[in-house]
């Protein structure tokens, strides 16, 4: 990893990332959903973690190296972090890794392969073990990373603004209750343009971002007038707009999602029901968009 020449120095990486998902597998969930308790590797795989983890750092703090060495040893530690990351030192996770991703963020370049990587580090079952005494906590960078976030769903690249709403979600999802009130009605926002996409890849993904923001943070007041005034009359109007979304597959199940979201965790839910079905008795909405939908619903 610490070769001269990026071509080995790269596939060294990728050798790496191998030896830690054998230095510390990470067991497969069953349908039980039931919290996975993960067992401390022998010591001496400790130590092969922490010199890989030392050689990836050293590796990430050198600043002119080939881009694809950067996006694999970005790999490498997110991978670390994610299914080591009780292991590393609790200092440096604050004082060093953390610092490093955000950094990483800001970078053009490197951009997309960390938002990949804060997602499976959100995502990590080392969150769910309760036995563990130390966990792996990206709180003292959220509020940061989340304004980056959000400015990605602006940009034109639509790879960035799909791995960008996959990793807000999972952000969402478990740190809803621990992010300031102030931060939902801004998601609510910049998600406002790409519920309007009729990209169908954008689109349903941009919808279950959504749905976790009203988990989490549906009863804020901004957040409620927000959906009733903007997002519903949005929703309803792209179903009357472009009846390919409604017709089937990730379209309609999104919108499925959706509709159940908002009767299960928004007060005014009876009322935007009731928005949606005035426009099928009135007739305005197209007719294979009400007997798709409501048959389906």
């Not at 073990?129 to 639509?158: H, T, W, Y």
């Not at 998600?191 to 549906?218: E, R, T, V, W």
């Not at 927000?226 to 472009?242: A, C, F, G, H, S």
Request: hydrophobic fraction near 40%; aromatic fraction near 6%.
């Amino acid at each position: 990893m610490q070769d001269k020449f990026y071509k080995i120095t790269s596939d060294a990486l990728l050798v790496a990332v191998e030896l830690i998902h054998a230095l510390r597998p990470i067991p497969e969930t069953d349908e039980s959903n039931a919290v996975i308790k993960l067992s401390s590797p022998p010591q001496n795989h400790i130590n092969h973690i922490l010199e890989i983890y030392r050689c990836v750092l050293n590796r990430l703090s050198i600043g002119d190296v080939d881009l694809e060495v950067k996006e694999r040893a970005i790999d490498l530690l997110g991978l670390i972090i994610t299914q080591a990351g009780d292991i590393l030192p609790s200092q440096d996770l604050t004082k060093t890794i953390f610092p490093l991703l955000v950094d990483k963020l800001k970078n053009e370049l490197t951009r997309q392969t960390t938002v990949r990587n804060l997602t499976f580090i959100a995502n990590s079952i080392l969150f769910d073990d309760p036995s563990k005494k130390s966990f792996v906590d990206l709180s003292p960078i959220l509020e940061e990373v989340i304004q980056e976030l959000m400015g990605f769903l602006r940009k034109a690249q639509r790879q960035l603004r799909l791995t960008t709403l996959i990793c807000l979600e999972a952000i969402i999802r478990r740190y809803g209750s621990s992010l300031s009130p102030r931060i939902y009605p801004t998601l609510l926002e910049e998600l406002k343009p790409l519920l309007s996409d009729s990209d169908l890849h954008i689109f349903p993904q941009a919808i279950s971002c959504l749905c976790q923001i009203l988990y989490s943070g549906g009863k804020n007041p901004q957040v409620e007038s927000t959906v009733k005034d903007q997002i519903v009359p949005t929703i309803i109007q792209l179903m009357m707009d472009m009846p390919h979304l409604v017709a089937g597959g990730s379209g309609l199940e999104s919108l499925l999602t959706f509709w159940g979201c908002i009767v299960r965790s928004y007060q005014g839910g009876s009322d935007c029901v009731r928005m949606l079905i005035s426009k099928v008795e009135s007739g305005t909405m197209p007719k294979q968009v009400s007997k798709q939908f409501i048959l389906k619903n």
